[in-house]
């Protein structure tokens, strides 16, 4: 009996979840959009590219903290936080709550940057149509395989380092919370 209303307090717990996931997902990608808007309107070519290289690293380094800290062992950030060390408590937090932490950064982040970024290769899409007399199909493709590769290579590449390094991953997250949450 006591199992079914723990599976079932969770159940609801996942509800409430996915419910402000949701609207977090749509306040993120409303703030990103504007940004991305405001920032490419009337923007020339160097802009908007360091706009596009902006949103792919972004992904690439929320797809990092998510892969390390579903990899990450909590003992060191326990030995940390005993020693007051900071940002330790805020990566027990993170791993605490990994499966959402790891939602959050991968799926949230990393698809809100993904979608972003294909808007703002239309933008530069559109530029080098302007400037170049290379067709508009064979442009956007090359555009639009070269924004993917840096985004997939980008995101191996720190697929990597998070596993191999997802303690140091984990702990600067967490100092970096610190920071923004206490100020020192």
Do not use: Y
């Given at each position: ?30 703030v ?16 908007a ?52 932490v ?36 064979l ?9 993917s ?8 590449i ?27």
């Open positions: 009996m006591a199992k079914k209303q723990k599976r079932k307090g969770s159940g609801v717990s996942r509800a409430g979840w996915v419910i402000r996931i949701f609207f977090i997902s749509v306040a993120i990608s409303a990103l959009s504007l940004f991305s808007s405001v920032a490419l309107e009337g923007a020339d070519f160097f802009p590219l360091a706009v596009l290289l902006s949103f792919v690293l972004l992904g690439i380094v929320f797809d990092v903290i998510g892969v390390a800290v579903t990899a990450a062992d909590p003992r060191p950030f326990h030995s940390m936080a005993s020693h007051r060390e900071k940002g330790a408590e805020e990566a027990l937090f993170l791993l605490r709550n990994s499966d959402k790891s939602n959050f950064c991968n799926d949230v982040v990393g698809d809100i940057c993904g979608i972003v970024s294909g808007t703002t290769a239309a933008v530069i899409v559109a530029h080098l149509q302007r400037s170049l007399t290379v067709s508009s199909v442009l956007s493709i090359f555009v639009t395989a070269l924004i590769g840096l985004t997939i290579g980008g995101k191996a720190g697929k990597n380092i998070a596993i191999d390094c997802c303690t140091a991953v984990v702990f600067r997250a967490g100092r970096i919370m610190h920071f923004f949450r206490r100020g020192k």
